[in-house]
């Protein structure tokens, strides 16, 4: 390699090594949030929505929903459904 070359080389490595840091560090922090959520209380809902009808459809959240994945059909219409939201229900404070 030519020496100006090397400099290049090191500095790409340095950024490189920085970037996946980052990107671990981020991916650590979003799966101990995850984790936290059953302990906290937090209640994680899923609305399925009709096309046709709009009949509305809310249910708890399960492994494999996304915005947008068909829900089954319709209990109304017979149509598809297909989920619009997913939230988070905020945990109930408890009253003295």
Known sequence: MKEGNMENFYFTALVSVIGI????????????????????????????????????????????DYVFKEAGKCQQCSESMYISQIYQEEPKKKQD
């Open 21 to 64: 840091m980052l990107a671990l560090s981020s991916l650590t922090q979003i799966r101990r949030r995850v984790s936290i959520l059953p302990r906290i209380g937090a209640k994680v809902l899923t609305v399925a929505l009709c096309g046709k009808c709009d009949f509305k459809l809310i249910r708890n959240f399960s492994l494999g």
